[in-house]
């Protein structure tokens, strides 16, 4: 079975620093997509990146990277230069044929 | 371009109650679509999918069901709603042979 997890409940970052959320995940699937989402308080999941298990370059999209170690399962989110409107929700998730799973997620507080 | 609805946006209901939310694209076809719970606090929880009209698969038993009667609308119900029904319901859809997914507003449902 598939299985994410963030063991970071919490974090807190100064404006313009970067930041690294923590993400590791297990499945026995060698083709499997991993997905980075923000949840502000309003509610919606707002999709952020997205590595394929193929693929050998880490994805970037704009401050967002993310940081893929296959070998060690692991598929943290490095966001670049904070912003006050990076503070919310954010979820690993991990998708296998049609079985997509959420990791606990982390808050991410930033300060001015 | 693609967009996703989700009505209605909150919606409080008495125990026994039955439900019904709806979900509906525009902007591509035959997509494949999802219904998560979103328990307070919690990460995302997939509860139907669907790869087209009249095909649904359940990941967890519940007194939930989904319906896709049309190819863009995808519709979740009860019959009688119980308390630990109450949570965060997200729609989402995707690409079929594509990972990401792309979430609706929600809706929070209250059970009282």
């Known amino acids: 079975a598939q299985k994410i997890t963030q063991t970071q409940p919490g974090m807190f970052v100064q404006e313009k620093e970067a930041v690294t959320l923590d993400c590791t995940y297990d499945?026995?699937?060698?083709?499997?997509?991993l997905f980075w989402y923000k949840q502000p308080s309003s509610g919606e999941m707002i999709f952020l990146i997205y590595q394929g298990s193929y693929d050998e370059q880490n994805a970037t999209e704009g401050r967002y990277s993310l940081n893929f170690q296959k070998a060690r399962k692991s598929a943290n989110l490095v966001i670049s230069a904070s912003q006050l409107g990076d503070s919310a929700m954010y979820f690993c998730a991990m998708r296998a044929r049609n079985d997509m799973r959420f990791g606990a997620g982390t808050r991410l507080t930033v300060k001015p | 371009s693609q967009t996703i609805h989700q009505w209605p946006a909150t919606l409080v209901q008495p125990v026994g109650s039955p439900l019904s939310l709806e979900c509906t694209v525009e902007g591509t076809s035959n997509p494949n679509l999802y219904w998560y719970r979103q328990a307070a606090g919690r990460g995302l929880q997939l509860l139907f999918y669907s790869v087209g009209i009249g095909q649904i698969s359940s990941e967890v038993p519940q007194n939930l069901s989904a319906s896709r009667p049309q190819d863009r609308q995808f519709i979740l119900s009860s019959k009688k709603l119980r308390l630990s029904d109450s949570g965060f319901y997200l729609c989402?859809?995707?690409?079929?042979?594509?990972?990401?997914?792309?979430f609706g507003p929600g809706t929070r449902l209250t059970v009282t």
């Open positions: 499945t026995s699937d060698q083709s499997y997509g």
């Open positions: 989402a859809w995707s690409v079929p042979g594509r990972y990401e997914q792309y």
